[in-house]
């Protein structure tokens, strides 16, 4: 027996599976044969190698196995242009990451699985870097995330002084064409933080995202999934990414959604999860997805 959801996606109520009818050709999105299973994951977690970020890759495993979540995806930063040394691992330490990725993934498999990606700076000059890089690896998922407007880091602590020079409804408008052009690009699979603009808390940008439409209405079209990533409650502005009114458009849109805490510490593994949980839950959706190779799996949601 098959009911519609009221974000579009269509329920089997047998088995729990969940199966896009509209996006059945999407590419990468391998929903036949997928084993929806009531899981945790958390999809985007940091290590020491960034240069910003505490703890042993190994730590972090041990801190998701401890927190009972089932799947941990390492998503460490990659920013391929040389803006700062202690934002991102180097090239030349990737094949390191992904190898001690690898290695834990062997080491834990009964207690946990655990995938290896990246996450890469959107910067249109060196898209054909990043493809370079993530072409060498069998990384599971690949987030893109717009961090920089210019040569200025948007979420960097140290920089924020500088959003009170800014014009910030033009910042907005600034940071949405960024978007959009990451959107022509095939190099991800998952938006991060996608109103990350809104970290530092001014009201201007706070809901800035929330009435571009275009935005939505392109990541339909792109067929990617949007991380819901909680290091928001941590931020000044005290609230999930996205927030919960772009949330919604976003399961109006039918856009499938993954989960992540940003850990850049063992110990924030898996933060915030139960109450982003009721707030996915609110939006309608009723499953995230987990990757393996770049092939998404949908998994219903646990708690
Ligand atoms: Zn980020
Ligand atoms: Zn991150």
């Given at each position: 027996m098959i009911k519609k959801s009221r974000c579009g996606f269509f329920s089997c109520v047998e088995t729990g599976c969940h199966i896009d009818l509209k996006d059945k050709s999407r590419a990468g999105l391998n929903i036949r044969g997928a084993?929806?299973?009531?899981?945790?994951?958390d999809y985007?977690?940091?290590?020491?190698?960034?240069g910003h970020?505490?703890?042993?890759?190994?730590?972090?495993?041990l801190s998701a196995i401890s927190n009972g979540l089932k799947e941990i995806c390492f998503l460490d930063h990659l920013t391929t242009r040389p803006?700062?040394?202690k934002i991102s691992m180097t090239v030349a330490e990737v094949p390191v990451y992904y190898k001690e990725a690898r290695r834990l993934q062997e080491k834990y498999h009964s207690k946990i699985e655990v995938k290896?990606?990246?996450?890469?700076?959107?910067?249109?000059?060196?898209?054909?870097?990043?493809?370079?890089?993530?072409?060498?690896?069998?990384?599971?998922?690949?987030?893109?995330?717009?961090?920089?407007?210019?040569?200025?880091?948007?979420?960097?602590?140290r920089k924020a002084a500088r959003y009170g020079?800014?014009?910030l409804a033009e910042l907005g408008k600034r940071y949405v064409a960024s978007l959009l052009n990451m959107m022509?690009?095939?190099?991800?699979?998952?938006?991060?933080?996608?109103?990350?603009?809104?970290k530092f808390g001014h009201p201007e940008l706070r809901s800035f995202l929330d009435s571009q439409e275009e935005i939505f209405v392109e990541i339909k079209k792109k067929g990617c999934a949007v991380e819901v990533n909680t290091s928001g409650y941590d931020h000044p502005v005290c609230e999930a990414y996205p927030s919960p009114a772009i949330l919604f458009?976003?399961?109006?849109?039918?856009?499938?959604?993954?989960?992540?805490?940003?850990?850049?510490?063992?110990?924030?593994?898996?933060?915030?999860?139960?109450r982003t949980i009721k707030m996915i839950r609110s939006a309608g959706y009723e499953y995230l997805l987990s990757f393996d190779k770049r092939k998404a799996r949908i998994r219903n949601l646990a708690y």
């Open positions: 084993h929806p299973q009531a899981l945790m994951i985007h977690v940091h290590t020491a190698l960034c970020a505490e703890g042993k890759m190994e730590e972090y495993v803006y700062d040394r290896a990606g990246l996450e890469c700076d959107f910067d249109p000059e060196m898209v054909s870097a990043i493809e370079d890089v993530v072409g060498s690896f069998s990384f599971d998922c690949i987030g893109a995330s717009v961090h920089f407007i210019d040569d200025w880091n948007i979420v960097s602590r020079t800014q014009d022509s690009y095939d190099f991800f699979d998952v938006v991060c933080h996608i109103d990350v603009i809104k458009r976003l399961c109006e849109n039918s856009v499938p959604i993954t989960l992540g805490s940003d850990a850049h510490r063992p110990e924030d593994v898996g933060r915030y999860f139960a």
